[in-house]
Every structure is written in structure tokens, then in C-alpha cells.
């Protein structure tokens, strides 16, 4: 049984940054194409950043682009998530995704695990 939980979310001031981590259970994450979404309230699940199974091919929602930064530690099967420069617009709960396979995709779908999610809030 695969699991993912993630860990770091929290209250920051805009301009602040956090790190969030996704931990790897039940199988190694070496297996695994990483990806990063986040849902804000009243809106739909949308991607945040990926990052293939070699770690070679990381998109990143334009949005974020040059502010976050995506990152894998497979010896320590997690999955980390930093985040600065941030804004209001960026508040939502995170949640991490994995899939079997090399490749970095963009769309929920193409994800087969989910963890619970981090709330980010964002004050201004």
C-alpha cells in the first residue's frame, strides 16, 4: 500500500517562504514520477510543479515559476516542495501525487496516489 503524507504547511506573511515535504511509504520512490498540486477554496485541484523519475524534467505551473522549486531525495523517499517569495494568491491546501512511470505530467489524472494535503495560508 502506497502512502504519501505531506508535512511543512503553515501561516506565513507574503514575501515569506516555506518548504513542504512529501513522504514515501510502501514503495521506494525511485518508482515514482512526483507531482505537486494545490486546491484553493471553490476551485478545482490545479498543478503546481512535477518532477520526473530521474529528476531530469521538472515543469512548473506559470504561476510559480521562479518562486518555487521542486526537488526528490530518493534515498530519503521524500519529496520536497520550496516555496518563496510568497503571495495570497498562493493560499490553498497542497497536496503531493505519484505515479508509476519516468514522466513529469501536469495533469491530475495521469496520477495514481494522492496524500491528504498541507494547508498553506498566505496573509498579506
Known amino acids: 500500500q502506497v502512502q504519501l503524507v505531506e508535512s511543512g504547511g503553515g501561516l506565513v506573511q507574503a514575501g515569506g517562504s516555506l518548504r513542504l515535504s512529501c513522504a514515501v511509504s510502501g514503495r521506494t520512490l525511485s518508482n515514482f514520477a512526483m507531482g505537486w498540486f494545490r486546491q484553493a477554496p471553490g476551485k478545482e485541484r490545479a498543478f503546481v510543479a512535477a518532477?520526473?523519475?530521474?529528476?531530469?524534467?521538472?515543469p512548473y505551473a506559470d504561476s510559480v515559476k521562479g518562486r518555487f522549486i521542486i526537488s526528490r531525495d530518493n534515498a530519503k523517499n521524500t519529496v520536497y516542495l520550496q516555496m518563496n517569495s510568497l503571495k495570497p494568491e498562493d493560499t490553498a491546501v497542497y497536496f503531493c501525487?505519484?505515479?508509476?512511470?519516468?514522466?513529469?505530467?501536469?495533469?491530475?489524472?495521469?496520477?495514481?496516489?494522492w496524500g491528504q494535503g498541507t494547508q498553506v495560508t498566505v496573509s498579506s
Open positions: 501525487a505519484a505515479r508509476s512511470g519516468n514522466l513529469a505530467y501536469t495533469q491530475t489524472e495521469k496520477y495514481d496516489y
Open positions: 518532477i520526473g523519475r530521474s529528476g531530469g524534467s521538472t
